[in-house]
T-cell receptor
């Protein structure tokens, strides 16, 4: 059973535009959410996180939004750069950590 | 330069054979984890360890075994009982098991059946 879902396997955006990656979860016990970024042939690296007591967390070009009532979170990258091209995993924790299947972002120059 | 080292990068297993995947970390982390990734699926937890000489089953532990004799090392054995071992395996560590601790990942081992 997939408790964390990333329904878009891929996303393509133009350099300089906004990238929006989405993630949905089903377990109300999750209270902390993380985004990881993975380049080919490398392991995932931690990018940004958000606690369930917040609805927004910002770090430079990266902002994560949390909508608890909808059990939905999103990662916004503004402006997108070619170096952001990678697979992005959403993860949720609270009684164990669960990962989504990932979304492959391609930023075109 | 601290990090997690997984070896080998690619591994081939014959039917009925056990194979062991290595994971070493020099981050001085207490907690370590093994995940399996299949196409179109998220990372699924196989085993995790909170401290030396202690480990717990994750969601898909059947057909796998681990040991944690040293803080730095958490090898995973894929036994012949694992009927579908072909996958990408990731090892991770974190300062502790706290839910807010980000995990640091190795670069993975891709296991295939001959």
């Amino acid at each position: 059973d997939q408790q964390v879902k990333q329904n878009s396997p891929s996303l393509s955006v133009q350099e300089g535009r906004i990238s929006i990656l989405n993630c949905d979860y089903t377990n109300s016990m999750f209270d902390y959410f993380l985004w990881y970024k993975k380049y080919p042939a490398e392991g995932p690296t931690f990018l940004i996180s958000i606690s369930s007591i917040k609805d927004k967390n910002e770090d430079g070009r990266f902002t994560v939004f949390l909508n608890k009532s909808a059990k939905h979170l999103s990662l916004h990258i503004v402006p997108s750069q070619p170096g952001d091209s990678a697979v992005y995993f959403c993860a949720a924790s609270g009684g164990g950590m669960r990962f989504g299947a990932g979304t492959r972002l391609t930023v075109k120059p | 330069d601290g990090g997690i080292t997984q070896s080998p990068k690619y591994l081939f297993r014959k039917e009925g054979q056990n194979v062991t995947l290595s994971c070493e970390q020099n981050l001085n982390h207490d907690a370590m984890y093994w995940y399996r990734q299949d196409p179109g699926q998220g990372l699924r937890l196989i085993y995790y360890s909170q401290i030396v000489n202690d480990f717990q089953k994750g969601d898909i532990a059947e057909g796998y075994s681990v040991s944690r004799e040293k803080k730095e090392s958490f090898p995973l054995t894929v036994t012949s009982a694992q009927k579908n071992p072909t996958a990408f395996y990731l090892c991770a560590s974190s300062i502790d098991l706290g839910p807010r601790q980000p995990q640091h990942f190795g670069d993975g081992t891709r296991l295939s059946i001959l």
